[in-house]
């Protein structure tokens, strides 16, 4: 008998062999989870237990709130690269850069609490395919950047990841030798393992390696750096300082890791949802969130959200309900306590490691060739968005790729796809007579289908196509086949009412078939309906074609 797990609804553990695969779950990913925030707290600016208390209040309250079985949730690259990001550019006097992102982590949950409550949880839905796949890309790029400095030790001027990296490409001569050996080799070890392990805690085997070398041959004398004593008390839990709270930098910087991290969140917990079977709530998602970021800032960590990586490790080792989730909360809190002598060996050039190897796994090249294949126009909607993120920033890429998205959708809609259609031997229904070498349109009869909506913006477009082919066709009759208009605003109706005058003055008939009940609704204030006549209106094109016939005397 198939032992299931407990529905995401509930916080009863599962039972059986179930529970097993979930406990082996959450210990695997404590082991890929420690090292990666340590790695992610430099990235985010912030002191390695910061990072460490975010992680462990976050999966404690996605257990309690959270409706996908398998999520891992946590401090993550992107919302730990934009608080680095803004923690760069919020200079606040008096206010430690802790208390800067802890703040921002309750700003972050705040948004998400109030979008929860406002019902805006179908947001997640706006970003397209395209745009998430660049920003990935753009995301990854800049993670890997910004270990410019880290992976060599290099002594460079503040600034963007581009521009540090750049600085450095100018003075090869500031790079320490050994820091960059390290930092290779433990990245290459990284690459070398997920290939040969790929369910295995590798972070932690390269970063233990890399800890190991540089003890064994003597290298932090010779100037690689470590993490070194790493503090582990209780955290203080309270509110950060609120100097910061009016800055409109850190509000943007908050709204972005809210949309970013939401929309993380719902694409990780839908994709490993749906292999098996697994609904997800995108609203309690958005609760979820936000209940985890305002954990985490009272107890002084940075914004949290979904792990890709650690969720993909949960699914590969079995792990089918919260209770991985909890079982990796005490497995990295033993961890943490009883290997904290070695945690402070780490090396900060094997962090970059972790971080840069982190980056390549978000670059997707797979589904960039997927996207080319499909439709260029999406493919430079990606392509954008990646260098939006990497040239731009974050919020301001996302922004671009979003508003390249609209105007392609405003283009396709504008300049639709439309069709004449008529009647193909032995096939029944009418057709495009463009995609049917032996489809003809019926004498005296033009079938005219519009494929969008009818609205402000493609209302002339739609009058001169219509223009164009009663030109071409000269018919008595012109139907326009609904189907595929489901909305047509003002300017559309109006659009509709120049039509049939202009179709009158020319002793032609028009005449609207499949129209639907919401489109009778919404036309009827019009008066266009009333002027066509319900004897012109047809429920299906058949109906249409007969009437046709009957009043014409044409076969």
Known sequence: MTVRPSSPGTLRPPEGRVLRRDVVAGITVAAYLVPQVLAYAGLARVPPEAGLWAAFVALAVYFLLGSSPQLSVGPESTTALMTGAALATITVPGESARDTAALLALAVGAVCVLAWAGGLGFLADLLSKPVLVGYMAGIAGLMIFSQTGRGTAADIPEGGPLAETWWLVQHPSEIHGPTLAVCLGTLALLLLGARLWPTGPVPLAGMLAAAVTVSLTGLSEDGVGVVGTLS?????????????????????????????GFTDNV????????????????????????????????????????SGSRTAIVDAVGGRSRWAGLSALGAALVLVVALRPVLASFPDAALAAVVVYAGLRLIDVGEFVRIARYRRTELLIALATTFGVLVLGVLQGVLVAVSLSLIDVFRRVARPHDAVEGLVPDLAGMHDVDDYDDAEAVPGLLVYRYDAPLFFANAENFLTRVRESVTAYDPEWVVLNFEAMGEVDLTGADALETLRAELEDEGIVLGLARLKQDQRDVLQPSGVLDRIGAEHVFPTLPTALDAFRAATGRD
């Open 232 to 260: 582990f008390a209780l955290p203080e839990i309270g509110l950060p300082a609120v100097s910061s709270l009016g800055s409109w930098a850190l509000l943007t910087t908050a709204l972005a890791i809210a949309v970013v």
């Open 267 to 306: 694409i990780d917990a839908r994709a490993f949802g749906a292999r098996h079977g697994d609904q997800i709530d995108a609203r309690r998602e958005l609760l979820a969130l936000g209940a985890c970021n305002v954990a985490a800032g009272l107890v002084h960590g940075f914004p949290v959200s979904s």
